[in-house]
């Protein structure tokens, strides 16, 4: 694995360790994904890209979580 994609696995192992809570992983990855302007890829884009995704859906308010199931995670 590449230094650009460990930065990115490092953050989530310190959630898989239980080093942070799901909400500050989302927001740390969040941020560090935005702010990131390294060239990669295309594929490190889309696979980074993809797990963005995921941590913008992640939600830890239940009435938000209950307003958009299919959305929310």
Do not use: H
Not at 10 to 17: E, H, R, T, V, Y
Not at 35 to 56: A, C, P, T
Request: charged letters at 20%; glycine letters at 4%; a negative charge.
């Amino acid at each position: 694995m590449n230094a650009l994609l460990n930065e990115y696995s490092g953050l989530i192992n310190s959630f898989i360790d239980g080093k942070v809570a799901a909400l500050d992983l989302a927001n740390q990855y969040i941020a560090k994904f935005l702010n990131d302007d390294r060239k990669m890829s295309e594929s490190e884009f889309l696979f980074l890209d993809q797990i963005f995704g995921y941590m913008e859906c992640y939600t830890a308010d239940p009435e938000l979580l209950s307003s958009d199931p299919a959305f929310y995670l």
